[in-house]
Each structure stands twice: as C-alpha cells, then as structure tokens.
C-alpha cells in the first residue's frame, strides 16, 4: 500500500492508519508496532515521513519508546512506575548547628521548629552542579500569586536535581520578594537557603505556615526535554507552591517541574479544625 498526495500530508495518513489498527485492536496495548524500515516498506513513504508518523502517536499519548528495544501501544492501565510524594515535615529545632538532610542549619533561640522538603533536603535528591541565583521582576502572573505589586523585585534560585534511585531529574525553581527577605533579618543576609531553611526562617518570624500548591501538565520545550531528559516527549508535572503566614499573606512561590512518564503524585492531606471561636 503506498500513500497519494492527499489535503492531509503524508505522514498524518500513516499515523492515522496506525491509530486505527490500534482502536480496532489489531495493535493491542503492550504490542510492538512495525519499524521505521518496516514502515517505508509496507507503506511507500520515506524515512522523515515514518519517523513523524510516530512521533504524531507519541504526542498523542498512544504509544511509548524504548531505546533499543521499539516503539509499543502504551498500556493505559498500567500502573505508574514513580511514586513522587509532596510533603513537608517539622521537628523541634535543634542544636545550633544540627545537620538535616545533609546540609548544615543554624538555629536561633526564636525558631521553634525546623523543616525539611522532600525534593530538596531528603537524601534521595542530589543536587547537579551550583544552584544559580538571580533577580527578576514579578511577571503579571507571579504578582498574582504572590499579591504584589507587578515588577516588584524578586530574588531566584534555580536548582537541578536527580533521583539517587532511578537517575529521574527535577526542576526548581525559588521566588522570594525583596520585601519580605527585608522583614527577615536572616534572609537579608542570604535570599537564597534551601527550602527547608527556608520554612524554618520564615516560621520563626511570622508563625506558623501552611501551604498550597498547584499542579499542572503541559508539553516540554527543546531545552526542558534536554535538562530534565524528558522520554519521548512526554509531558512534565508542574507544581508551584505558595507558602502562607497564618493570616494567608504569599511569602514564596516554588515551582518543580519533572516528567510526567509514568509518574504521580502522592500528598498527605490533613483536614483542617473548623474555627468555633466565633460560632
């Protein structure tokens, strides 16, 4: 069978031959699909146009690439392979001068508590090369979610991060307004701790703290696919968390971002004590 010039280009045609051989079953989940090679072959297209076609079925979520081994319909009911769990845990600060999770705290007699992030202070996460610090001016989005004014002066921290166990990489990504590191004499000296030291300054000085977060999807860019080492184009997991004063004032805003190839999601949810003071 070889494909004519058609209003759909060439390899639009073969991909939606394949994608039908997959809704009809003929490729069942878990199959191998033909080569590239077997493609030009069965088909009469070139290479270039094979080799779309395929990339046409990854971006579509219909199949998956194994370097070295094919290409294969992806098993929607598979379970994911990585459990990436969100939380954040406290413990009485400490000893001045106390190691958690590798790195080196100081506490002062007003901290109460001292803090560790699992993506960035747990010993499964190694940090790749130097964090890169910077400043920014606040976008009409990050004002938004921080309730600031736009282009008020953010400090950054950018780190990257890989899994010890499995070699996956994460993304992150610290904002923190110039004001508030004006209000925390700690942070005016060093805008840029980790995050756990972070929650501890922060704790210290404004009370205790909650967080939100919120978590999105999209595709990768080039060079997102190219530092995270993205699979076959598969989409990344995208969490920004906002971290709030009891009184709900924005202090931070983080972002990570890591692949979303056969990953989720885990959090610990705590419902919160209904307020009857005024009840």
Not at 8 to 19: H, N, V
Not at 20 to 43: F, K
Not at 180 to 193: G, H, K, M, N, R
Request: hydrophobic share 30%; aromatic share 6%.
């Amino acid at each position: 069978m070889a494909y004519r010039a058609q209003n759909q280009a060439l390899y639009t045609q073969l991909a939606d031959t394949l994608r039908n051989q997959i809704g009809s079953g003929a490729l069942p989940p878990g199959s191998v699909l033909p080569s590239e090679t077997d493609l030009m072959t069965a088909y009469g297209v070139s290479r270039p146009t094979a080799r779309a076609a395929f990339q046409a079925l990854r971006n579509q979520g219909l199949i998956t690439v194994i370097h070295g081994k094919g290409s294969f319909v992806r098993r929607l009911d598979t379970p994911p392979t990585h459990t990436h769990t969100r939380s954040i845990t406290r413990t009485p600060a400490g000893p001045s001068g106390a190691k958690r999770g590798g790195r080196r705290t100081t506490t002062t007699a007003a901290q109460r508590w001292t803090y560790t992030d699992t993506d960035t202070d747990t010993g499964q996460w190694t940090v790749l090369g130097e964090p890169q610090h910077s400043r920014t001016d606040a976008t009409p989005t990050l004002a938004l979610a921080l309730v600031i004014a736009e282009r008020e002066p953010l400090f950054v921290c950018d780190q990257l991060l890989a899994d010890n166990t499995t070699g996956r990489r994460l993304a992150h990504r610290l904002y923190l307004p110039f004001a508030v590191c004006a209000e925390v004499p700690a942070l005016e000296t060093d805008p840029f701790p980790h995050p756990g030291q972070l929650y501890t300054l922060l704790d210290a000085h404004y009370g205790e703290l909650y967080w939100t977060e919120h978590v999105r999807a999209r595709m990768p860019t080039p060079e997102e696919t190219t530092t995270l080492h993205t699979p076959n184009n598969a989409p990344l997991l995208i969490t920004q968390r906002i971290t709030h004063t009891p009184s709900g004032r924005p202090l931070a805003l983080e972002e990570t971002q890591l692949s979303a190839e056969d990953t989720q999601l885990t959090y610990a949810l705590t419902a919160p004590t209904p307020d009857t003071s005024t009840t």
